[in-house]
């Protein structure tokens, strides 16, 4: 079983460069988000979707996009890396639209843009 | 819009104290969530609390819901090595899930 997984863990980016971050759950969950942590700041929401084909902006969307074409994968795309995108990035899943069920988290994205 | 402010940022104990970390919501909440993330690791969900006033237990660690649902608190009791890292509430707003900034607990031996 394993849950959510993320890859890379680890990339390196130049700035203007183009990237998408992989997630992928196989507990069948119609919830899935992606957060970026930076130090003293907590989580902070990007994107979450409630279901395939359905996709929202969170707190911080500005410079990522998102797509849900089927219920386990929920990639996000960098279209033009900048280094205020360095952070660590956590794509997380939940069994119903994010109320009341528990969040599980893939191993995190850390990403370096130079 | 609604926000889940947590305190304090940063704690240090000696190991054997005791640690509270404080959780508040500019609005009432349907449930608060609690999760640990280890140094260098990812959130892991600890408890989920629902009722007004309501009070679970796991261990050495005490979870509660303020009677207005605004609030939450995490207590740990005679802390060990082991409970190092961060610790998040979070709520839900509309579709979403929003996270707390954490309290980071360090323990001193």
């Known amino acids: 079983n394993a849950g959510v997984t993320q890859t890379p863990k680890f990339q390196v980016l130049k700035t203007g460069q183009s990237m998408t971050l992989q997630c992928a759950q196989d507990m069948n969950h119609e919830y899935m988000s992606w957060y970026r942590q930076d130090p003293g700041m907590g989580l902070r929401l990007i994107h979450y979707s409630v279901g395939a084909g359905i996709t929202d902006q969170g707190e911080v969307p500005n410079g990522y996009n998102v797509s849900r074409s089927t219920t386990e994968d929920f990639p996000l795309r960098l279209l033009s890396a900048a280094p205020s995108q360095t952070s660590v990035y956590f794509c997380?899943?939940?069994?119903?639209?994010?109320?009341?069920?528990?969040?599980?988290f893939g191993q995190g994205t850390r990403l370096t843009v130079v | 819009g609604q926000q889940v402010m947590q305190i304090p940022q940063y704690q240090h104990v000696q190991e054997g104290e005791d640690f509270t970390t404080y959780c508040n919501s500019s609005?009432?909440?349907?449930?608060i969530q609690w999760y640990k993330q280890r140094p260098g690791g990812h959130p892991v969900f600890l408890i989920q609390l629902v009722k007004s006033g309501e009070v679970k237990k796991q261990k050495r660690l005490t979870f509660q819901f303020g009677e207005a649902k605004k609030n939450s608190s995490l207590h740990i009791t005679a802390t060990q090595t082991t409970d190092v890292g961060t610790y998040f509430c979070?709520?839900?707003?509309?579709?979403?899930?929003?996270f707390g900034k954490g309290t980071r607990l360090h323990i001193l031996p």
């Open positions: 997380a899943s939940s069994y119903s639209r994010g109320l009341g069920t528990e969040a599980f």
């Open positions: 609005t009432t909440l349907s449930n």
């Open positions: 979070a709520g839900p707003r509309d579709d979403k899930i929003i």
